[in-house]
């Protein structure tokens, strides 16, 4: 096997893990490709050894999983045209098929595939922790977008001009002119409408 297959960067690796079931998992035949073996020989070793493989560790795809993976992953085309379901395995089981192929190529690289479980772990977990306090601040957002609504509705009313206050209605004054001024102004009245006229 030459060296450049041997030291495969652990970013090939990931590309390679699919989350499938609620877990982080390896399909066959991108770990045998991964081990240096065909999917047949790595299929064999696991039906001899399939009590070193409980569900946990190994299951097989349904035919929808197949269709969906085979879909969403290019280098995984042509599963398309294989009558077999292709099995996925978790870390535990990669690292134990890693452990019965027994081929120095499987034994490196299983280092590589550990590797790259525990950093996509590390990342889900950083995922959870961040998702996990988006939660925290949109409770508390939440909580202060009630207590502002409330401070609005008791600001808004003070921000009206204020009502304005009833006039005082006013209703004419009659003012009866003492008698000795009544004459005196009939005349002056008539004097002024002699000038004016």
Known sequence: M?????????????????FI?????????DLARLYGVTTKRLSEQVKRNHERFPEDFMFRLTTKEKTEVVA???HLSSLKYSPALPHACAEHGALMAANILKSKTAVSMSIY???AFIRM????????????????IEKVLLVHDTEL??????????????????RKKIYPVEFKLAPWLTEGCRNQMIMQEAISG
């Open 72 to 74: 969403n992953c290019d």
């Open 121 to 136: 772990r590390e990342e889900l977990t950083s995922r959870c922790d961040l998702e996990e306090r988006l939660d925290q």
């Open 113 to 115: 595939v550990v590797r």
């Open 149 to 166: 609504k409330d401070l609005i509705e008791k600001i808004r009313p003070l921000l009206l001009p204020p009502p304005e206050k009833p």
């Open 2 to 18: 030459d060296t450049k297959r041997r030291l495969m960067p652990l970013q090939r690796v990931e590309k390679t893990i699919l």
């Open 21 to 29: 079931r609620g877990q982080n998992v390896i399909l066959d035949a």
